[in-house]
């Protein structure tokens, strides 16, 4: 795996570019990002509908090549509509993009929802080519119980993810709670059965166990997320409940309730998380 497979710099603030790429990228490095997420459903947007696929490739390609230049990880990312993002395609248009971009970032964003053929040959891909995974998956509508998060995180576990991401849109600060005891047990799970327990029992305590959470982070990676301006707290806490990657925005907010990069960063830092 890449060099971020070890992810000795985690929890991380991710610093989330939706507008004017390469000058948000140093900008969002300026206010301390550890990592940047390329939101190309937003940035390639505007570009598909003006140029041809030719020029979109070699502007893409351009783009990312400035970006890099930050020294920072890149996270690529094509959110579709249904899980709050503007890519309009089909998903044999979005799985086309993100092949083509998959060798020029070190993360790649796969929704859990999206045809599971098609993603086990991007993940394949991906692995076979030193790139991380990050499987998500967005509640907008209805906040899941705790067991159907729990079976997201350890399927996609299985599936082949590196970090499997949960964001939801709690109603009310216990809903929160239940985000954070599915997360934390479904690491549990991953790490002390490989996620053959059946889904919903909750594994013995361990000593051990404790101790691996906090140093294993290539096994059982999870980003928790609460949506929402009466959440914010949640995204500087969720690292404490084992969410290795907290999302902030660079220019301007991408998701219900996040705070910028640099309240991420120094959240984290107050509460000796990095």
């Known amino acids: 795996m890449s060099e971020y497979r070890n992810l000795t710099f985690y929890p991380a603030a991710v610093g989330t570019i939706t507008e004017d790429a390469i000058?948000?990228?140093f900008f969002g490095r300026e206010l301390g990002a550890d990592i940047l997420e390329i939101r190309f459903d937003l940035i390639l947007d505007?570009?598909?509908s003006e140029l041809n696929e030719k020029a979109v490739r070699k502007e893409c390609v351009s783009l990312i090549r400035e970006i890099r230049k930050t020294g920072l990880p890149v996270i690529g990312t094509f959110r579709s509509k249904k899980e709050g993002g503007n890519m309009d395609l089909n998903?044999?248009?979005?799985?086309k993009w993100m092949r083509f971009v998959l060798p020029y970032v070190d993360?790649?964003?796969i929704e859990w929802s999206s045809p599971k053929g098609k993603m086990r040959k991007l993940i394949d891909s991906a692995h076979q080519n030193q790139k991380q995974v990050i499987i998500s998956s967005h509640y907008f509508d209805q906040m899941p119980s705790k067991k159907q998060m729990m079976k997201m995180?350890?399927?996609?576990?299985?599936?082949?993810?590196?970090i499997s991401k949960i964001a939801v849109m709690p109603k009310d600060d216990a809903d929160v709670l239940k985000l954070f005891e599915a997360g934390l047990l479904s690491q549990k799970k991953v790490l002390q059965n490989d996620g053959t327990q059946k889904t919903g029992?909750?594994?013995k305590s361990d000593v051990r166990l404790e101790a691996k959470l906090k140093t294993n982070a290539g096994l059982g990676c999870v980003c928790l997320i609460a949506m929402g301006g009466s959440y914010q707290y949640s995204r500087i806490i969720a690292p404490v409940f084992g969410s290795v990657l907290s999302y902030g925005y660079v220019?301007?907010?991408a998701a219900p309730g996040q705070l910028r990069?640099?309240?991420i960063k120094s959240g984290l830092k107050s509460l000796n998380l990095r």
């Open 23 to 25: 000058h948000s990228a």
């Open 46 to 48: 505007g570009l598909l």
């Open 91 to 95: 998903s044999r248009d979005a799985f």
């Open 107 to 109: 993360f790649i964003d």
């Open 153 to 162: 995180i350890v399927s996609s576990q299985k599936a082949g993810a590196d």
């Open 201 to 203: 029992d909750e594994p």
């Open 251 to 253: 220019t301007m907010p």
């Open 261 to 263: 990069v640099d309240e």
